[in-house]
Nanobody, 124 residues
Framework: QQQLVESGGGLVQAGGSLRLSCAAS????????MGWFRQAPGKEREFVAA????????IYADSVKGRFTISRDNAMNTVYLQMNSLLPEDTAVYYC?????????????????WGQGTQVTVSA
């Protein structure tokens, strides 16, 4: 069974840090790109960051550039999202996703595989 399992969410004060992890049980061809999306209450799911299998392509949403870092360990089949200088507006459920090579990197509909999500809450 192909699945993604996130961990590492929680409650943190503004300015703090969290590291999200996503353990993947996905065949290689389906996880060329691994990404993170987030969804705040009452808002649409939005792209946060994505990374290619070889790490040669890394893309961030403008709202997180310079604060968040995405990385992956292919040997461990795990992708990470290091979040620093967190802001209250970063509060959301964060989802890990996987997609093959083709398709838009920043579009949620291009990702066929999703985790269950992990809550990140940043207090002011």
């Amino acid at each position: 069974q192909q699945q993604l399992v996130e961990s590492g969410g929680g409650l943190v004060q503004a300015g703090g840090s969290l590291r999200l992890s996503c353990a993947a049980s996905i065949r290689t061809s389906s996880s060329y790109f691994m990404g993170w999306f987030r969804q705040a209450p009452g808002k649409e799911r939005e792209f946060v960051a994505a990374i290619s299998r070889d790490g040669g392509t890394i893309i961030y949403a403008d709202s997180v550039k310079g604060r968040f870092t995405i990385s992956r360990d292919n040997a461990m089949n795990t992708v990470y999202l290091q979040m620093n200088s967190l802001l209250p507006e970063d509060t959301a459920v964060y989802y890990c996703a996987a997609k093959p090579f083709f398709g838009s990197i920043g579009t949620s509909s291009a990702y066929p595989y999703w985790g269950q999500g992990t809550q990140v809450t940043v207090s002011a």
